[in-house]
T-cell receptor, first 109, second 112 residues
Framework: GIQVEQSPPDLILQEGANSTLRCNFS?????LQWFHQNPWGQLINLFYIPSGTKQNGRLSATTVATERYSLLYISSSQTTDSGVYFCAVVPGANSKLTFGKGITLSVRP | DAGVIQSPRHEVTEMGQEVTLRCKPISGHDYLFWYRQTMMRGLELLIYFNNNVPIDDSGMPEDRFSAKMPNASFSTLKIQPSEPRDSAVYFCASSFLGNTQYFGPGTRLTVL
């Protein structure tokens, strides 16, 4: 099946810093989503982005489908950004999301 | 909309007991997914439905697990009999036309 690799596995930032989270996938995809799992366990959808660039406030994402990677940018990080960031993809014509292992982000005040 | 609703939020049971997890998808969504999250295996898809019909149940661990979707607004995931290794957080998600998936708050299951 498709492989989803996220890097770095862990990230520690000082409040106000910027960061880039990366997701590589091994096959073409029809769907790519970024999620934030907060410390309470809730999975929050950040972006649906199988290709192109989107922005939502301090967050933006870019997917280059032909090169099989996606990037999530966090600017001016806040302590509330802490948690685990997951990239998930759907290969081919089905609807099965395959998740990466996640990136654990800690933003320190 | 209230989002995806799951119940119960927490369940503690003893080995051998039957466990039933419930999910109400977002109104109008035609896809429903059940996921399980553990430290060892991460997030994995168990089964998904399209228009109330099970499409792919290849992720269901074994025959002790079963899922149903009797109508467009309700689904259950049942474990019978439960075992300690079933302890995990179980998420339900829904989507429209297989696009953006929206997750419920999850059910934290502990089997003693």
């Amino acid at each position: 099946g498709i492989q989803v690799e996220q890097s770095p596995p862990d990230l520690i930032l000082q409040e106000g810093a910027n960061s880039t989270l990366r997701c590589n996938f091994s096959d073409s995809v029809n769907n790519l989503q970024w999620f934030h799992q907060n410390p309470w366990g809730q999975l929050i959808n950040l972006f649906y982005i199988p290709s192109g660039t989107k922005q939502n406030g301090r967050l933006s994402a870019t997917t280059v489908a032909t090169e099989r990677y996606s990037l999530l940018y966090i600017s001016s990080s806040q302590t509330t950004d802490s948690g685990v960031y997951f990239c998930a993809v759907v290969p081919g014509a089905n609807s099965k999301l395959t998740f990466g292992k996640g990136i654990t982000l800690s933003v320190r005040p | 909309d209230a989002g995806v609703i799951q119940s119960p939020r927490h369940e503690v049971t003893e080995m051998g007991q039957e466990v039933t997890l419930r999910c109400k998808p977002i109104s109008g969504h035609d896809y429903l997914f059940w996921y399980r999250q553990t430290m060892m295996r991460g997030l994995e898809l168990l089964i998904y439905f399209n228009n109330n019909v099970p499409i792919d149940d290849s992720g269901m661990p074994e025959d002790r697990f079963s899922a149903k979707m009797p109508n467009a607004s309700f689904s259950t995931l049942k474990i019978q009999p439960s075992e300690p290794r079933d302890s995990a957080v179980y998420f339900c998600a829904s989507s429209f036309l297989g696009n953006t998936q929206y997750f419920g708050p999850g059910t934290r299951l502990t089997v003693l």
